[in-house]
């Protein structure tokens, strides 16, 4: 199985709609959850993270970790098109050596 | 502008010719990436330096190698290209991994 499982989609979905991007991770010692976010033809960028379980919210974007299940979950609320790009969870273990990605969910947003 | 800066940003390679990616940060970070991407299988760990001096593998090492110049600079060698290692590379750096990872802008790389 590997460390972190995630949907590569295609997502498409209009304007307004509420998004649902979801990870799955094998390694219980993950404490660390953390979303980049990767235009077309871009490097990915840190777009927020939280620590252990629950939840966080910063502005459209909620995250959400559920460390019972191994289950992590981005919430993009009222989604424009310019949300259109990759989605890529990365939990991480604060001993761990480097980030280990999912493959990405690749969203796209219709006007 | 601060960030991390990688050269070239596209490179065509012959099959066995050897090349090295660059990379640097002006964000005085200590540790440094270098991520491979390919369609289907997301980002791969190459390489990592936690510090200056210091590198280690990471998930497919094999064909590369890499050296840490100073803290700035970390750089990625390809000394027989394969046509496997067509990929877009990415160098990242972080001083704490909990802060995150600032990216660069990638090199796609292709050889026939």
């Known amino acids: 199985q590997k460390e972190v499982e995630q949907d590569p989609g295609p997502l498409s979905v209009p304007e307004g709609a509420i998004v649902s991007l979801n990870c799955t991770y094998s390694n219980s010692a993950f404490q660390y959850f953390m979303w980049y976010r990767q235009y077309s033809r871009k490097g990915p960028e840190l777009l927020m993270y939280?620590?252990?379980?629950g939840n966080k919210e910063d502005g459209r974007f909620t995250a959400q970790v559920d460390k019972s299940s191994k289950y992590i979950s981005l919430f993009i609320r009222d989604s424009q098109p310019s949300d259109s790009a990759t989605y890529l969870c990365a939990p991480f273990n604060q001993a761990g050596t480097a980030l280990i990605f999912g493959k990405g969910t690749t969203l796209s947003v219709s006007s | 502008n601060a960030g991390v800066t990688q050269t070239p940003k596209f490179q065509v390679l012959k099959t066995g010719q050897s090349m090295t990616l660059q990379c640097a940060q002006d964000?005085?970070?200590?540790?440094m990436y270098w991520y491979r991407q390919d369609p289907g299988m997301g980002l791969r760990l190459i390489y990592y330096?936690?510090?200056?001096?210091?590198?280690d593998k990471g998930e497919v090492p094999n064909g590369y190698n890499v050296s840490r110049l100073n803290k700035r600079e970390f750089s990625l060698r390809l000394e027989s290209a394969a046509p496997s290692q067509t990929s877009v590379y990415f160098c990242?750096?972080?001083?704490?991994?909990?802060?995150?990872?600032?990216f660069g802008s990638g090199t796609r790389l292709t050889v026939v």
């Open positions: 939280t620590y252990s379980s």
């Open positions: 330096s936690a510090s200056e001096g210091t590198t």
């Open positions: 964000m005085n970070h200590n540790s």
């Open positions: 990242a750096s972080s001083e704490r991994s909990t802060e995150g990872y600032t």
